[in-house]
Every structure is written in structure tokens, then in C-alpha cells.
């Protein structure tokens, strides 16, 4: 039987209530401030989503193993077709949409950056922890019919300061039923010299099983992933999402990394209800 691994439950408890704080902080203020203005234009008006969800990501970016990281939220619905204030892309990826204009939108990123332990694995002996934390930034896009592209800006705030984050993705959202919605997405993650140092890097104080490696700004990975939506009823909502990245360039020649392959998995339920009746 393994050994109870404190330091990943430690992590686990971490990333949780990171995501609750998040999940209350976006809808409170969301509730407080923009529902009036939203249902003017077609946001969203009084009806929300309200669930849970689970996603496993890798412990650490270029890890073999994984970690699964339990989450709640509340949002304005329209999560499923992809037009609503609120759109989920991610842990580190909630936005915010308060610009919507002749197929253009822009607003506020918000979510947390997993950070990194030197107990994730038998590389990083000597390696200082990452601290995670919150992530703001900001984002700018382009829906044509079921085409979507859009740039996004990811700066870690709280924890440690691990850089900034440029990612740029294409999705095509179908509706294969009248209660089924399919989007299929590509992206691509562009990184800063001081994040790619702090995950990828070893410095000279750090190298011992590893060599001294330098790592540089530029693209950091590939991804493609599939996300199904399925109305169970007029109120109750699946979604499950799959996605596989490929690290590239100085992230995928690190020493650091176990594997370029990456994996992700996820599932959520959530229920629709009428703000002005609950």
C-alpha cells in the first residue's frame, strides 16, 4: 500500500479553497454589480448556473503523474453555448465579458496557477516550492457564427511571481442535438522568460542530479480538446471535457519535465435557476 502522501492532500486542500474563494469572490461581484447591464444587452439577465465539478491535471507541468482538484461555481447561464458573461476555459482561465460588439468581446481573466512541490517528483530534490496563486489578466475576441478565436493575457498575482502567459486559441462550438452542444478547441500558450525559468530552468544552486539549463521565452505548448455540454433537462446540465497539450521548444527539452505529454480530464454538473425565485 502507498504511503499516505500529505504534501499532494496539503495541495489538494490548497487549490480547493483557492477555487471557492474564486468561484464566491467572481459571483458575488457579478450579482452586486453587472446583472442589470447584462440583461439590457442579452447577458444573462436573472438566470444562473450553480454545480460542482472535478478536473485531473498533472501535478506539475511535464509530470507522469496526476492530481485531481474538486471545484465549485456560480455563474450566469449561457456556460454551454459559450456567449455567457462567464466562460469556464480553465483553472486559470475564467472570464469575464463586459465588452460585446458586432461579434467582437472583450473582459477581465481571473483564476489560480497550480504551483509546483519539490516532492512531486525525484527531479526536483533541492528545488524550492512554486507557490501558486491568484491569476488576473485580460482577454479579446472574435465569434463568427460557430467560430470563436481570441488572444488572452495569464499573470499570476498572489504566491509566487512565476510571469505572464500569452494564450491564443481557435474553437468551432456545434449542436449536435437539441440537447447536446460539441466545441473542439486548439491553443497555444506563449510564455515569458521568468515563467519559463521558474518551471522549466535549473539554476546553478539548483543543479545536482540535474544540469544547469536556461530556458527562454517564446512557445511553451500545443493543446487540443473536446468539450460536450448535455442538457439532462431544462435545469440540469452535464459537461465533461478532455484535453491533450504537448509541451514544445525549451518547456519540452527541459531536464526538469518526466514527460512533453500532457493529459487532462474533467466533468462537472450544474443547475439552472431564476435569481429573482431562489
Known sequence: MKQFD?????????????TVA????????????????????GGFGN???????????????????????????????GLNQGTGFVQVRGLDDFRLRFFKSNGFEAGLVTGYRLGR?????SKLAGFNDINGGLVLGGYAGYRAGP??????????????????????????TSRLDRSTTLTATVATNIASKDYMQTYFG????????????SASAGFKDVSASLTAAVELDPKWTLYMTGKYTRLVGDA????????PNQFFAGAGLTYKFDWGRW
Open 202 to 213: 535549473v539554476t546553478p544552486a539548483q543543479a545536482g542530479l540535474l544540469p544547469v539549463y
Open 6 to 18: 500529505r504534501s499532494s492532500l496539503a495541495r489538494t486542500v490548497r487549490t480547493t479553497a483557492a
Open 147 to 172: 467560430l470563436f478565436f481570441s488572444a488572452s493575457y495569464h499573470h499570476q498575482v498572489t504566491g509566487d511571481d512565476t510571469g505572464g502567459v500569452v494564450r491564443l486559441l481557435a474553437e468551432h
Open 22 to 41: 474564486l468561484a464566491l469572490g467572481v459571483s458575488g461581484a457579478i450579482a452586486g454589480s453587472a446583472q442589470a447591464q447584462y440583461a439590457s444587452d
Open 47 to 77: 438566470t444562473w448556473q450553480i454545480g460542482a465539478g472535478v478536473v485531473v491535471v498533472p501535478k506539475f507541468e511535464g509530470a507522469k503523474t496526476y492530481q485531481a482538484v474538486p471545484f465549485p461555481f456560480i455563474a450566469p447561464s
Open 117 to 121: 512541490d519539490s516532492s512531486d517528483s
Open 252 to 259: 519540452a527539452d527541459s531536464p526538469v519535465i518526466d514527460t
